[in-house]
Nanobody, 126 residues
């Protein structure tokens, strides 16, 4: 089992930056990937970006490419989402996720993750 605790959300003006942190505990040695998803008003939970746990390879949704950066600190079992040049449409609840499921592919789908944080609100004002 892995537990995830997020922090770092808040209110920011458009064009600003925020960094989200997700602290993992438990059996993190078996993790394959970590990711961030968000739930925006009127939409379901959507993929934002992910990092493979061992090699650190990243993959992003087109809507955030070039503005958001996923990273992880393996020794400290911590994941980060650096968000720059934020836009009002980035407003939503952001969730970190982790997976030790070995049947995933790109690890950009909800079903490929079996551990979830509680979510943190990000609000971008125009």
């Amino acid at each position: 089992q892995v537990q995830l605790v997020e922090s770092g959300g808040g209110l920011v003006q458009a064009g600003g930056s925020l960094r989200l942190t997700c602290a993992a505990s438990g059996r993190t040695d078996n993790l394959i990937a970590s990711a961030w998803f968000r739930q925006t008003p009127g939409k379901g939970r959507e993929f934002v970006g992910r990092t493979t746990w061992s090699g650190g390879t990243t993959h992003y949704a087109d809507s955030v490419k070039g503005r958001f950066t996923c990273s992880r600190d393996r020794p400290n079992s911590t994941m980060y989402l650096q968000m720059d040049n934020l836009k009002p449409e980035d407003t939503g609840v952001y969730y970190c996720a982790a997976s030790d499921l070995r049947n995933g592919y790109y690890y950009d789908q909800l079903k490929e993750y079996n551990y979830w944080g509680q979510g943190t609100q990000v609000t971008v004002s125009s």
